[in-house]
């Protein structure tokens, strides 16, 4: 079953506005969440994380928020460079020692 | 960032040989390493989680004399498909964390390796 879901397959944004991308997830014992970058036929790029201790993480041009109570966390890009453009997981563990569940991504277009 | 490696990034091999597939953290120690397997349009699937120095803990339906896994250093596991069918083609990424980092720190992954079964 799919503990962490990105309902939306995909997104597009115009360049130099804000990309939201939401992350759902189902287990309470998800402590350590993580938002990765990639593209076709590479590995994922780590962007950024965040542990369950706080609801903001700011690195650059992206931040992380994260609603324990909802069990929501969405990744804001602002400005979106047309360079954004690729698929974003999100991933949760209950340890960041532990394996990662992903979602199935959402597939971001960053129009010019 | 940290840096994993992987080799190769691509094989194309016939069915019923083996192929192995090698990942090394380049800068840092890693006891744990974890392997995952990528369908086009589908999301990452942990296949195993590599220990040093001990035997492979494998995810419900992943078989794991077909997968075989061997960590034997601190920067280096190998992932082993044997016998590989063309059902095996997938992209397997590789993905170690950084045991110097503290309690919080990512994950970081290698390029991946595409296989293709023939």
């Known amino acids: 079953d799919q503990q962490v879901k990105q309902n939306s397959p995909s997104l597009s944004v115009q360049e130099g506005r804000i990309s939201i991308l939401n992350c759902d997830y189902t287990?309470?014992?998800?402590?350590?969440f993580l938002w990765y970058k990639k593209y076709p036929a590479e590995g994922p790029t780590f962007l950024i994380s965040?542990?369950?201790?706080?609801d903001k993480n700011e690195d650059g041009r992206f931040t992380v928020f994260l609603n324990k109570s909802a069990k929501h966390l969405s990744l804001h890009i602002v400005p979106s460079q047309p360079g954004d453009s690729a698929v974003y997981f999100c991933?949760?563990?209950?340890?960041?020692?532990?394996?990662?569940?992903f979602g199935k991504g959402t597939s971001l277009l960053v129009t010019p | 960032g940290a840096v994993v490696s992987q080799h190769p990034s691509r094989v194309i091999c016939k069915s019923g040989t083996s192929v192995k597939i090698e990942c090394r953290s380049l800068?840092?120690?890693?006891?744990?390493m974890f392997w995952y397997r990528q369908f086009p349009k589908k999301s990452l699937m942990l296949m195993a989680t590599?220990?040093?120095?001990?035997?492979?803990?494998?995810e419900q339906g992943v078989e794991k004399d077909k997968f075989l896994i061997n960590h034997a250093s601190l920067t280096l596991s190998t992932l082993t498909v044997t016998s590989a069918h063309p059902e095996d083609s997938s992209f397997y990424i590789c993905?170690?964390?950084?045991?110097?980092?503290?309690?919080?720190?990512?994950?970081?992954f290698g390029p991946g390796t595409r296989l293709l079964v023939l």
């Open positions: 993905s170690a964390r950084d045991m110097g980092s503290g309690a919080s720190s990512a994950q970081y």
């Open positions: 287990n309470s014992m998800f402590d350590y």
């Open positions: 965040i542990s369950s201790i706080k």
């Open positions: 991933a949760a563990t209950p340890n960041s020692g532990y394996a990662l569940n």
């Open positions: 800068d840092f120690q890693a006891t744990t």
């Open positions: 590599s220990n040093e120095g001990s035997k492979a803990t494998y």
